[in-house]
């Protein structure tokens, strides 16, 4: 398996010998047309991210020839000076010094400093005449050099998305095919698909390898973000980066952008307080904020943090009293994890003014439904006067999930591992009917339970009264989590833990919100996904 300081010598090889082409050919088009302003922008900006990558990879030759030449294109743009004369040739071999520089890398010798090329575009830079400089096309080994092509290839997000939609036929199909094997019991065609299933698995794994990226990639790009919300919010924030090479999805990483952007700016606009706010309450000036990226088992911990003002859970309970959410006396019952919940509430917001940064009308829980869509969860830990924490859990991949299945009159369900915390099999003795409502003690934590066959019922009203002695033997029930709140479903029975291939549901099922796809089991039978935030936000609407 490759390391990762492999990987990034890779790409940024790629990346470097693509660059060194294009410059090539553009400045072939300003020979002809030294006024050619397309060619002149593209030169720059590539001899701007060839610098950066090198310096950023340790090839500091590079780095240095690179900034010269962006320097002597900056002035060729800004009309300081022409594409003419004597620079030209110094331009060319300056290109050609790069190229040689750039295939050096892949070869792994070393780079060594042309000093006649640096001296001549330091006296290009300083508007001197150049010295050593030949008007020819180049030398002979330029001019024999063999042509090379890249070991990389740039493929579109939407191949790898259709590749991937394929392998998850081939695993529905895989899965059906070992089901029929075990049925008939004919050894030879067991290991066949023994086998099969072994290339399914490895084709999968490297299919979703191949969309995996770097969580830097998004991650650095947040410096400037930062910097530009301080300053509009007046306040002098730091901000520290860590587990840029944490892997996932790729898709994953583009849906939670806007996700990950909001939650940087609410910690700055509404967490962080202003230099002399933080001297007053004995902080630091500049306030700290960090943004990391942790793996945990097969999921992906983003976390945001800051050392601001916190939570204040009194201003929230009264925000949500004053907004129609809660009574006054439910308000001052709630625990601290919910009232960290109600910051997910539409439209929720403890600004009191409203500006550009924060208070704008698009609250947390656009956040929260963009993480609900992934199967991921958002967690907040705060502490008035120390700082808040949001934790976005993710998982790796959003194709394949690992579920429970279980049946319910006869037909199976899937429930996604990430919002199940456990299943337990408890006696009808064991529950307890309070205010019209199923509870079960779970490790000395009181836990509603509802029959999951009475939330599926097409029935808008209020769920019936819980009856206990209608309860007959052990009753199998599923623990779920979701926002801090856990719910107990009751189903007819278990049957396994498996990976599933998860695909959209299909009209009319599709105008119900309670099941968040589809997948097909190995008997061939069509198995819903059921979505937990929904099952959760159903039962809140119709408990008694």
């Given at each position: ?39 002149l ?6 001899l ?35 594409f003419a ?12 010094v ?23 575009l ?14 020819e ?14 070991d ?7 191949k ?12 529905i ?24 299933s ?19 990639t ?5 410096p400037r ?39 940087v ?13 933080r ?9 700290q ?34 907004r129609?959410?809660?009574?006054r006396?439910a ?28 208070g ?5 829980d656009?956040?929260?439904l ?12 705060s ?5 808040t ?11 394949v999930?690992?579920?429970?299945l ?26 307890h ?8 003690k ?19 009203d ?51 919100d ?31």
């Amino acid at each position: 398996m490759k390391s990762r300081e492999q990987e990034y010598r890779e790409l940024f090889m790629a990346e470097a010998l693509e660059a060194y082409d294009a410059m090539s050919q553009h400045m072939s088009v300003l020979e002809k047309r030294p006024g050619d302003e397309g060619a002149l922008n593209e030169v720059f900006r590539l001899l701007h991210n060839l610098k950066a990558n090198a310096r950023a990879m340790g090839h500091d030759a590079i780095g240095e020839v690179a900034h010269r030449m962006e320097t002597i294109f900056g002035q060729i743009r800004s009309k300081e000076r022409p594409f003419a004369g004597s620079m030209v040739p110094v331009l060319f071999s300056g290109i050609d010094v790069l190229g040689g520089m750039i295939r050096a890398v892949g070869a792994n010798l070393p780079l060594t400093e042309n000093v006649p090329l640096v001296e001549n575009l330091d006296r290009v830079i300083e508007g001197e005449e150049p010295v050593l400089v030949d008007d020819e096309s180049g030398t002979e080994e330029d001019a024999t050099r063999k042509l090379e092509l890249s070991d990389l290839v740039y493929i579109p997000i939407k191949k790898l998305d259709h590749l991937l939609n394929l392998v998850g036929e081939l695993i529905i199909d895989r899965d059906r095919v070992l089901t029929l094997a075990q049925e008939i019991g004919d050894t030879t065609l067991q290991s066949v698909t023994a086998h099969l299933s072994r290339l399914a698995d490895d084709l999968q794994y490297s299919v979703m390898d191949a969309r995996l990226v770097g969580v830097g990639t998004l991650f650095n790009k947040f410096p400037r973000v930062v910097r530009d919300v301080a300053t509009a919010e007046q306040k002098q924030v730091e901000l520290t980066i860590s587990g840029q090479d944490i892997q996932i999805d790729r898709n994953i990483l583009q849906i939670i952008t806007d996700s990950l952007l909001h939650l940087v700016r609410n910690a700055i606009g509404h967490g962080i307080e202003t230099p002399q706010e933080r001297l007053k309450a004995g902080k630091p000036e500049v306030g700290q904020l960090t943004l990391s990226a942790q793996t945990d088992r097969d999921n992906v911990l983003i976390r945001i943090s800051d050392d601001g003002r916190g939570v204040d859970a009194e201003r929230v309970r009264r925000k949500a009293v004053e907004r129609g959410l809660l009574s006054r006396e439910a308000a001052a019952r709630l625990n601290e994890a919910e009232v960290h919940n109600l910051l997910f509430e539409a439209g929720f917001s403890t600004a009191e003014q409203v500006t550009e940064i924060s208070g704008r009308g698009v609250g947390l829980d656009v956040v929260k439904l963009a993480i609900d869509s992934l199967g991921g969860q958002l967690r907040v830990d705060s502490r008035l006067g120390q700082g808040t924490t949001f934790t976005l859990v993710l998982p790796t991949s959003i194709a394949v999930k690992g579920a429970l299945l279980f049946e319910l009159d006869g037909h199976p369900y899937a429930l996604p591992l990430m919002h199940t915390d456990s299943v337990v099999s408890l006696r009808p003795e064991k529950l307890h009917v309070v205010g019209g409502t199923l509870l079960a003690k779970v490790l000395a934590e009181n836990i509603p339970v509802v029959r999951l066959a009475d939330l599926l019922a097409d029935n808008d009203d209020a769920l019936p009264p819980a009856n206990r002695a209608a309860l007959l033997g052990p009753q199998d029930i599923i623990i779920t989590n979701y926002n801090g709140r856990k719910l107990g479903l009751i189903v007819d029975r278990f049957l396994r833990q498996q990976d599933i291939v998860i695909k959209p549901v299909s009209q009319p099922l599709d105008m119900i919100d309670l099941f968040g796809g589809v997948t097909l089991l190995g008997s061939g039978q069509v198995c819903l996904v059921l979505d937990v935030p929904a099952i959760t936000r159903l039962f809140l609407s119709r408990r008694p």
